[in-house]
């Protein structure tokens, strides 16, 4: 069974960003290879429902790169890129875009989501290429994946840098995009037919497809990723133990081995990422603190392109890259209205 990737190009923002904006990536020490590769990987599926011209898998192609371009313009750091100056990192917002990626699978969807070993194929259907170490000004951060299956639905896949954004802060940007879409297609302000149709731009000596692989399982090791809620502690160091207490949490609710030591990343979109290493053992937090949360209420489940076509599936994986355990604390903004903090953690697949 072949995936074949038929075209790629970058929706831009509508609107160019302020010069000078970035957000401070504050590391305890050099960020390495493992580190620059990890990243939220969600796949939505979606089944064919209503007009053939609204559902046909490239007409939302093209037209999801005119709504992105609008959408991306409230959220500049998502089109933003990698800076290291001297040892010190920071994601630089600008201009740079979104890659989006078109491809075709040669099988049904049914049978893709049947398939054995799934999780690890999924990979193939979220666009992702790793950052470059020595040059990263040049690495795009945000992948967008639509992929055509042969008769029965087509995928969107989203890869995104967790030095570009969170969990949360993806899921809350999904629900944006997907309500500024449906608005602009309710609205007639999406161009009929798409004028950004991926492969109305193929020049007549370049090769059809970019390229042709087969579906195999990803080298990447698969994880497994608990969330729950809790109140925000009073200072650094209590999130360094709440982050304990839930790593040793999910380690007892997922079987897992016990490790000494995990990596934490702290987000905080209104301020620095804050990215370390820290020991398993801290001080004890009452049970009923910590909140188990599923993935759907998230609410990427509501993502939708087309009307009354909501996702018949959606997958999510924190790609944490290594064998290491990784803590995520996420603070909401104050827009929001939720005080509590979001706290995934993720652990190797036995």
């Not at 979606?46 to 959220?75: C, F, N, Q, R």
């Not at 992948?143 to 042969?150: A, E, K, L, R, S």
């Not at 998230?298 to 924190?318: C, D, K, W, Y």
Request: aromatic share 8%; glycine share 8%.
């Amino acid at each position: 069974m072949i995936l074949h990737v038929d075209a790629i190009q970058t929706a831009l923002p509508g609107k160019v960003a302020h010069p000078g904006l970035a957000r401070r990536i504050v590391m305890a020490a050099p960020l390495g290879p493992e580190v620059l590769q990890r990243r939220f990987q969600v796949v939505l599926y979606y089944g064919k429902a209503g007009d053939e011209e609204v559902e046909s898998p490239l007409t939302v192609a093209a037209w999801i790169k005119e709504s992105l371009s609008a959408v991306l313009s409230g959220h500049p750091i998502l089109s933003g890129r990698l800076r290291n100056s001297g040892g010190s990192w920071e994601v630089k917002f600008n201009d740079s875009g979104v890659r989006l990626v078109q491809a075709t699978a040669e099988m049904t969807m049914s049978e893709f989501l049947a398939s054995e070993d799934r999780d690890g194929k999924e990979a193939q259907l979220a666009y992702w290429e790793d950052i470059n170490e020595d040059d990263p000004n040049f690495s795009a951060l945000f992948y967008i994946q639509v992929t055509q299956f042969q008769g029965d639905g087509y995928a969107i896949g989203i890869s995104c840098s967790l030095l570009l954004a969170d969990p949360l802060f993806l899921s809350r940007f999904l629900r944006s995009w997907s309500q500024t879409h449906m608005q602009l297609l309710a609205q007639g302000r999406l161009t009929k037919p798409p004028m950004f149709h991926l492969s109305y731009f193929r020049g007549p000596n370049r090769p059809r497809r970019v390229k042709s692989v087969p579906f195999t399982s990803s080298s990447a090791t698969t994880t497994t990723t608990m969330l729950f809620k809790a109140d925000p502690p009073p200072d650094a160091q209590s999130y360094s133990d709440l982050s304990a207490a839930c790593l040793r949490e999910a380690t007892r609710r997922l079987g897992a081995e016990a490790v000494p030591e995990f990596s934490l990343m702290i987000s905080d979109h209104t301020g620095d990422l804050k990215v370390g290493s820290h020991g398993a053992t801290g001080l004890a937090y009452p049970k009923q603190v910590l909140e188990v949360v599923r993935w759907s209420q998230l609410g990427m489940e509501e993502v939708a392109f087309t009307p009354g076509n909501r996702p018949v599936h959606v997958s999510h994986q924190i790609v944490s890259c290594g064998h290491s355990r990784l803590v995520i604390a996420m603070m909401t903004s104050e827009a929001v209205g939720d005080p509590k903090l979001t706290i995934s953690v993720t652990v190797p697949n036995n």
